[in-house]
């Protein structure tokens, strides 16, 4: 025989699923704000990438605006969210929902073209990156990708593109009869930085390729891991809001 009756079990389920509601939200508005810091991560890093590797990799930097878009949007809906339990509100709650599902699917539609530009990265890195050393870097209209390629470099302690040899014969070698830029040097103030030697003492021998490469995979990365985690939370505030909202009618 049962302890409790019917209404005070089901009263107990309602209870519970407004605090159920309460702390999934809570959980919201932080998977929002974590969104928010890796779309400015994303954004931040992605500015010399998308300056020296040219539009091909644009779509990196909207990821990162999308991601800070929804990261708002997602803090906003936790609170309504909380609203709309608390206050036991049907409308509330059925904005939340309608705009949690929505948010869900476009989450869901980015999510596979991080996935389409994860499986073509490398391709881009590779066609693009040698390109603009040998061609843009140091021409009289390169200021902004020579900024670029020098913060890579200096950021992965790295010289051209595959090795520094990819400056021999460039556009910079052309007007500077330079071998590589003084980014390349360990010390730029040493006096052997001086742009003809070439040993690894003086310079780094290694090719910025590979760490580029590597860098665009670690933020797809931790895209899909952020997205995984907050598309499951997400989904069951959109359940837990749907069953409170049909008890509330």
Known sequence: MDDYPT?????KIY???KYAMVFINAGIIICGSVLIGLGVWIKHGGNSFVTT?????VYFLHVGLFCIAAGVIMIVLGFLGCCGAVKESRFL????LLIMLGLFICEMAAAVLVLAFADVSDSIVKDKGLESIKEKYGSDS???MNESWDSIMKEFKCCGFFSYQDFINSTFSTKTGLNYPKT??????LSEC???TTSN??????????????AVRKHSTAIGIAAAVITGWELSSILVALMLFVRLG
């Open 184 to 189: 390349c040097c360990k010390d730029p103030a």
């Open 53 to 57: 590797l040219g539009s091909h990799s």
């Open 93 to 96: 709650l059925l904005i939340f």
């Open 201 to 214: 003492q003086v310079i780094y021998t290694e090719g910025c390729s590979s760490a580029m490469i590597q």
């Open 194 to 196: 001086d742009g003809v």
């Open 142 to 144: 390169s200021g902004l």
């Open 15 to 17: 209870a519970f699923m």
């Open 7 to 11: 209404g005070v079990r089901l009263s």
